[in-house]
């Protein structure tokens, strides 16, 4: 008989007949407190390991298996690797030269290849004449470096010795949400919804997210304009829809939005009741009726022009939908920038990313001189005191205003100007930004097979690590699993089983994922809970003795 030593803080240990290694065990469980702290390894990672050291010495310890969950891992998938590396290498395909030579180049914002990345699609090679055509799907049509995927892809493939003719054709992933399941079924189809705010009237926020939308609509993007504002709608001032006022469907009992310029667009005002006279309370029901009963179609991108303030209204729609990202729009006064701050706060608490912030009426040019009428600073102090990445800054033109009283944004009226300059690259920058928070979100938690753990990696953190799939279900704080009056423990911990496997986890907005259970049970868990449970730990130096 042998017992594993070396755990001095362990309750448990597990006991194993020699010889072990030829067990079909697959799993080295330590107990440091309830609930079980765990490693789960591969069985034939372990049982080669662990049959290797056996036959090479009597004594032995198991540090070779790696110091931590990642380098299991990560040795198991470099062999696997390794074993189809050599295997390709012994039988050449003029699939795998294109996929190579595609390969080389990287996505900036995932910072992976396009071929990982999944964009090559309908790859049809012809050897005899030397043709090859394939279709690169990209995250959205507003993507601002399609033009040089493009090229590359036929400059990279033209270069393969054995091709004469390159065939390239770019397409765009349909609108998908990544929160499809919890959103009402107006919004299923809406990839992005990004928040302008201000948290201040007065400040150009509604001349912001207006430019903003057709700038991304400009790019190829399939945009729609969602006005919040009740008591002061500014979308019908600013934009000339044909038609203004909204239509009912009366089968469906669902609201079809009026159009400009190939741009959706949904207000209070063209509801043919004007400004609103109301309490909050029915302005939140009003604006809840307008977001998600409205037959948005498929959308890239849906601009949501916030009304001033962080109350009712602000957070019944940050709770209502998702949302992917915020655009926080201010001007040079103190005054602005402590409003402004609120709501990044706001946002902060809700696990909205803000990207980007843009600071409005910063100065004018005049006799060759650039004045600064409203002082300096207020957009730049946001930027480092919040760490938000980008900062945009908007002159004061007459032209701007002008644009959004004549019912023509700025950005349609000149597309070539200075201002619309500043529109393209803060569309840029949304463009990115949301690719890579949905990047971040859809894998933010995830189900290894391989380890039979959760794998855990919060956005916007460096961090990643494992988890029971026990000690997740555990450590579930709904009603069904804790008494909400009493704080009593339902869910006892023997009845949850340590087999137990996830059978989907989705994300929740950017702040929780919903994990589906083999018993039909759906858990909500937080990042903010995930990061405080136990972890799978890295296994300390055991050395077998005799009994």
């Known amino acids: 008989m042998l017992r594993l030593v070396g755990l001095p803080y362990a309750r448990k240990v597990e006991t194993l007949p020699f010889p072990y290694y030829k067990l079909p065990f697959h799993r080295i469980s330590l107990y440091k407190s309830s609930p079980l702290k765990g490693l789960l390894l591969r ?20 540090t070779s298996l790696g110091s931590s969950v990642s380098s299991c891992v990560g040795k ?15 039988i050449w395909t003029a699939e795998s030269d294109v996929l190579k030579a595609l390969a080389q180049i990287i996505d900036p914002d995932f910072g992976t290849d396009i071929v990982s990345c999944g964009f090559v699609k309908d790859l049809q090679i012809d050897e005899a004449q030397g043709e090859v055509s394939f279709r690169l799907e990209l995250t959205t049509p507003a993507c601002p470096i399609k033009d040089m995927f493009e090229q590359k892809a036929n400059e990279v493939v033209s270069m393969l010795p054995w091709v004469k003719n390159v065939n390239v054709t770019m397409s765009a992933q349909p609108a998908r949400p990544i929160f ?49 504002d009740i008591y002061g709608p500014s979308l019908p001032t600013m934009v000339s829809p044909e038609n203004r006022l909204l239509e009912m469907n009366p089968e ?53 022009d916030m009304p001033p303030g962080t109350g009712d209204i602000q957070l019944t729609l940050c709770q209502v939908v998702p949302l992917t990202a915020a655009v926080i729009v201010t001007t040079p006064q103190k005054l602005a920038f402590i409003d402004v701050a609120k709501g990044v706060r706001m946002f902060s608490k809700l696990k909205v990313p803000c990207v980007a912030v843009v600071e409005n009426m910063c100065h004018f040019d005049a006799d060759g001189k650039r004045y ?4 300096r600073g207020s957009g730049t102090q946001v930027v480092e005191q919040f760490g938000i990445p980008h900062l945009f800054d908007l002159p004061i033109r007459p032209t701007l205003s002008a644009s959004g009283d004549s019912g023509m944004p700025e950005v349609v009226a000149d597309p070539l100007g200075e201002v619309s300059k500043t529109f393209q690259n803060l569309g840029v920058c949304v463009v990115q930004q949301c690719a890579k928070i949905r990047k971040q979100v859809s894998t933010a938690v995830m189900y ?30 709904s009603a069904q699993s804790v008494d909400e009056w009493t704080g009593e423990q339902k869910l006892q911990y023997t009845d949850v089983p340590e087999d137990i496997e996830p059978e ?35 296994v300390p130096e055991l050395t077998p003795v005799e009994a």
């Open 252 to 304: 469906k009992r669902t609201i079809i939005p009026t159009e400009y310029l190939g741009v959706k667009l949904v207000s209070f005002g063209f509801a043919g009741q004007g400004r609103a006279i109301m309490r909050g309370p029915m302005v939140s029901g009003v604006i809840n009726q307008l977001l998600t009963t409205t037959e948005w179609g498929e959308l890239d991108y849906l601009v949501i």
């Open 504 to 538: 989907e986890i989705r994300p929740m907005g950017n702040y929780a994922v919903s994990i589906t259970w083999p018993d039909g049970f759906n858990q909500i868990a937080p990042y903010d809970q995930l990061q405080t449970m136990e972890r799978l730990v890295s």
């Open 180 to 228: 499809a399941g919890q959103l009402p079924p107006g919004l299923q189809t809406v990839s992005n919804i990004v928040a302008v705010s201000s948290c201040k009237g007065g400040v150009g926020k509604s001349t912001v997210a207006v430019n903003l939308a057709y700038t991304l609509a400009d790019m190829g993007a399939r945009v729609g304009i969602f006005d919040a």
């Open 372 to 375: 600064y009428p409203f002082g």
């Open 76 to 90: 198991t998938r470099a062999a696997s690797a390794s074993v189809e590396a050599g295997a390709a290498s012994s």
């Open 448 to 477: 290894d097979n391989i380890i039979k753990a959760i794998k855990v990696k919060v956005p916007d953190s460096d961090e990643e690590f494992y988890l029971h799939p026990a000690t997740v279900r555990r450590n579930d704080r």
């Open 43 to 62: 069985d034939k990672c372990l049982q080669s390991s662990i049959t290797s050291s056996c036959q090479k010495v009597e004594r032995f310890n198991l």
